[in-house]
């Protein structure tokens, strides 16, 4: 594992700061340990994060050390390739296998990616002279000036004959297919193993796939694993303390209505834990009743009325209201 791919690992660019990296190391610590997490990739997803935060302390290690002549030429750091995949809150939740493909683009090797050759050539606009002649009404009134395309200097850069100046190597497709493990979060970054076909035989190459959730139509998914629905719900099921049916990550899910209550927690129908487990599903109900009642439904309620006219308490109230009225005449 390379500096690159140790930040990539946990989740941070090469300039973050030294809190920021600790910080990450805490929460993918505590997600991913094996205490904490059933899953069987914890073990490995562990090791990773602890060999990562490992190989960051040594790179900032040594960039503070000393400098020392290098026995060699520098060589240009490996180009990091990424590649993000959308995905539904189902999919990760329930992780799936996605089939990527695209094209990896490196830079030319003949000019270091610069798209000009190494060397300068003789300029092509002077003839290597240094000076252009200036064009007047009168060829004898003609004086000689510098080149423009070279600066009097009679040699130029020219573009790079392989890749056209364009600073880039021809492009090598991949295809791959990838396992996005379950409970994946916005954000998370896997590193996935190349093998591809170039000009110059085959090699290995590692992509960097970033984890994108798709915005959903009736959850929102928060920091601590909780999923949120909100929903209308019939105002008289709610007050009738009816089952209804409601979404939930897992599928459809019955649920009883309380009236009074506007807010339930479905159990482990959210997303996992570090400690394994599966988070709750709070659902949000809006009772939604009529504007204004027509005949029918006015009969109805006269009806309801009626049947609730023997509660003890309400006899109780009308006969003290009887009473009461009665001790004013």
């Known amino acids: 594992m390379n500096v690159d791919e140790s930040y990539s690992e946990l989740g941070l660019h090469p300039e973050c700061s030294d809190a920021e ?24 997803k562990i090791q990773r994060i602890n060999r990562a935060l490992d190989e960051i302390r040594r790179a900032r290690d040594s960039a503070h050390a000393p400098l020392a002549e290098p026995d060699e030429p520098a060589q240009p750091a490996p180009a990091v ?3 993000v995949v959308e995905l539904a809150l189902e999919e990760a939740l329930a992780g799936c296998t996605r089939t990527l493909h695209g094209e990896l683009v490196d830079g030319c090797a003949d000019c270091n990616a610069t798209g000009v050759e190494p060397q300068p050539g003789t300029c092509r606009e002077c003839g290597g002279s240094g000076r252009a002649r200036q064009q007047l009404w009168f060829a004898w009134m003609a004086s000689p000036a510098k080149c ?12 790079c004959a392989r890749c056209e100046g364009s600073g880039q190597a ?23 193993a190349l093998r591809v076909q170039a000009a110059a035989g085959k090699r290995s190459e590692t992509l ?9 139509a009736f959850f929102a998914l928060q920091e601590d694993g909780t999923v949120r629905c909100e929903l209308p719900v019939d105002g008289f099921a709610w007050m009738a303390n009816r089952w209804i049916e409601v979404p939930t990550p897992g599928g459809l899910q019955q649920m009883r209505l309380r009236r009074g209550f506007l807010t339930y927690r479905i159990k482990a129908q959210g997303w996992p834990t570090a ?11 809006d009772p939604q009743f009529p504007e204004e009642f027509g005949k029918e439904q006015d009969a109805l309620v006269d009806r309801l009325m009626a049947g609730n006219a023997r509660a003890p308490k309400l006899a109780q109230w009308r006969q003290r209201m009887a009473d009461w009225q009665a001790g004013r005449r």
């Open 21 to 44: 990296i600790k910080t990450a190391w805490r929460r993918l610590a505590a997600r991913w340990h094996p205490d904490r997490n059933a899953s069987p990739q914890a073990l490995r």
């Open 170 to 192: 021809a492009p090598v497709k991949y295809r791959c297919k990838v396992q996005i493990p379950c409970g994946s979060r916005h954000g998370d970054v896997l590193q996935v």
């Open 81 to 83: 390739h990424e590649q």
């Open 275 to 285: 400690a394994g487990e599966r988070a709750d599903c709070i659902v949000t109900v």
């Open 208 to 216: 960097r796939v970033r984890i994108a959730l798709q915005e959903h």
């Open 148 to 159: 423009k395309a070279c600066h009097g200097e009679g040699v130029a850069r020219h573009a």
